[in-house]
């Protein structure tokens, strides 16, 4: 009995090294930060999720209307993971991306596009809300409810 006792205060301290050591408070963060599904050095939003099969795009109008966002520069619509969490079958994530939309084709901005070029703050640069599903039918439910 004692001796599981420290065998699991062992795994605890070594998995909460491991997060740290990573700069995560937990392994669904770890698992956000670390996805192999995503290219970060992509600069559209269907190579950015190359590894989900359906990408959905969140307007403002919604997100803003969702009792839990407070900051304008950062919203948090805890409704929509929620749902996700309880609805979805498979994986998805949410992403706030900054950049803008080019000929209908969102195209991502890179800091070091904005920062030696002019004098806009990152911060100042509009992000967009996007889900990535690896189900089409999770999007599909998504987009129903959502949408």
Known sequence: MILGFIRSRYKLWV???YL???HCGSWEQYKHKYDTCIDNSADNIKDYYFGYKAIVHVRWAIVSNLPSWHDPCMPQPYELVNW??????????????KGTFINS????????????TTNIMWHSIPSEVFLA??????ALLFKLRWI
């Open 133 to 138: 599903f690896k189900s089409e039918q999770d």
């Open 105 to 116: 084709r969102f195209v991502i901005k890179n800091i070091s596009e904005f920062v030696p």
């Open 15 to 17: 998995d909460k090294r």
């Open 20 to 22: 740290k050591k990573h």
């Open 84 to 97: 996700c969490k309880e609805h979805c079958t498979d994986d998805f994530r949410l992403d706030h991306i």
